[in-house]
C-alpha cells in the first residue's frame, strides 16, 4: 500500500465530514458539521477504512475481474469528467470519481456501504463520456452484485429492495406487472407514499395502461430452469 | 413469414404504462405496408435490476428472448428483433455483443439454453423500431404517407439514455438526429434542444416519483427537461420509451408545485404523432391513453374538427 492511496483515503473521509473530532481545530469543525447536515438525508458512508491496515488491497481487482474491460479502473486520472457527466452525483455520498479512486485504494468497506452505486441510474453518461473508457456504470452494477450478496446494501433505500422485488416477480413469473410491483415496494418501504399516489395509479387504470391482473409467461417452469443454469 | 414483417420485443412497459407505444407503432407500421409480429412467449428483459444481481443470469433471460426470435426464421440469414423500450433494447443490444463469439459467458448461456431445448446461434440482430423506420422503411415513404402535415407543431424529440448509450448503432451517440427527421418528415418542425440524451431520472427509479427512491431527485432531472423544451417553444415533447414517457407527462402537476413554474407540455410517443400524421384514427393510436395531448390549430390542416382528445384529456 503506498502513500498516495492514504492520501486519498483520506481527502476522502474528510470530505465525507465523519473524522474523529479532535483531530479539528472549531472552525474545521464548523465546516464538517454543515457538510454532515447537508449530505444527513441518507446515511453516513461508514468511515471504517481509516488506516492502511483496514484497507483491502485486493478489492480493486475483485471488481475489475468482475466487469468485462473492468481493469481499466487501474488507469483512471481522476479528471472528474464522470462526475460532472453524472445527472445524479449531487446525491451520492461519493461522486463516481472518488467511488473508483476509494476502490483502487481498497476501502472495500466504504465503497460496498456507499448509495452511490443505487443512485446510479445506469444511464451510462459517465461510461461515453470517460477518456479512458472505464465501465463505470459496469462498475456500479459490480459492486450493486456484491453489497447485495454481503448484504452491505443501504437498508430503508427503495433501489435495492425494487431491485430484489423484480427478480423474484420475474423468476417467478417471467414478467413484470407494473401495479403489483409497486404495490410490493410500498408495502415494504414507505406504506405512506402509496396513498400519495393513488390517484396518478387509479387515472392510469382508468386509462388501461396499469391492471390488476399479473401478467406471465407460458414457459415458467423452463425460463426457471434457465435462470438456474445460469446463476453464477 | 415475409420479409416486410419484423419479430416485435415489446417488453414490460410498453405493454403496461407504455402501451400507447406498442399500439401506435404496430399501427404505424402497418399503415406504411410493414408488419411487426409480437414475440411468441417472450419474458422479461431484465432491466438494469438483474445485472445488480446476477449479470449471466440477466444475459440468459435476454439470450431465451433472441434464441426464441431465431427460432421463428429456421433458415440461415440474420433475424431482426425489434426491441421499441430503450431499456430492452440496450439490455438485448448488450446480451448480443457478450455472447458474440466464443468464451466463457457464451459457453456457459449456451449450455444453459440447451438445458432448456434453446439454442442461440448469433443471428438475432437487435434493432430499434426508429432505425427500422428511418433506415430502412425511409423518410420518403414516411413522408408519402401523411395526410394530415402537422405544419406548425414543434416537437422537442427526446432521445433518453439508453439509445444511444453504451452503444450508438444507428445513430450519433451525442446528438442522434434521426428523430428529428421523422418529425420533419411529417411536417412538424423539430426544435434543436441539449437536453436530447440527458437522464429523465425514470428508468433506475421505476415509476419516477411514484415509488422511486429519490423523487426529488427525479422530479428535478424530469423538471430540467419540461422546461427547457417549454423555454424553446416547444409545443411537445416527443418520446421512444415507455418510462420517459410517463415520467415527463404523469408529474407535471407535481413539479409545478414544487418548483413553482406552470407546466404544461403533452409528452407523446414519437409513433402516436406520425400516426397521426397518416391520418390513423386515434383510438388506434392509444391518444385516449395520453393524460396530455392538443395540437395547435394550425396543423388542423384539412381537418375542420378541432385536434383529438381536446382539453378534456387534461388535468
Redesign the interface.
Known sequence: MSVSFAGLEQEAQEAQASPAPEALSPGEGSAAKRRATRRKKWRPVKDQSKFEAQLDPGFAAEIAAAV?GGELLHQCIQCGTCSSAC??SA?MDLTPRRLIAMTRAGARDDVLHSVS?????????C??ECPKRI?I??IM?AV??IS?REKTYPRR???PV???A??EM?EDR?????SW??MK??LKTNPG?LLK?AG??R??MR?????LRR?S???RG??R???K???? | MSARTYTYYPGCSAKGVGRGFTESLEAVFEHLGAGLEELEDWNCCGATAWPSVDEDQAFALSARNLALAEDRVPDAGPVDVLASCTGCYRALLKTERALAGPGPTADKIGGALAAIGLDYEGRARVRHPIDILVNEIGLDRVSAAVVRPLTGLKVACYYGCLLVRPFATFDDQYDPTSMDRLVRAVGAEPIEWPLKTRCCGGSCYCGGPVIGAMPEATMQLSYALLREATKRGADMIATICPLCQFNLEGFQDRMSRRFGRPLDIPAVFISQLLGVAFGIDEERLGIQRLMRWRLPEPAAVGASAPAGGGGDARD
Open positions: 468485462p445527472p445524479v446525491y452505486p443505487w443512485v446510479c441510474t445506469s444511464c451510462y453518461a461510461t461515453v465501465p456504470t459496469d452494477h450493486r452484485r447485495l433505500f427503495t433501489t425494487m431491485t430484489q423484480f427478480v420475474i417471467g414478467r413484470s406487472t407494473e410491483i409497486s415496494l410500498y407514499r399516489n396518478i395509479g387515472r392510469l386509462q388501461g395502461r396499469l391492471g401478467e409467461i407460458r414457459e423452463k425460463l430452469a434457465l435462470l443454469a445460469a446463476s453464477s
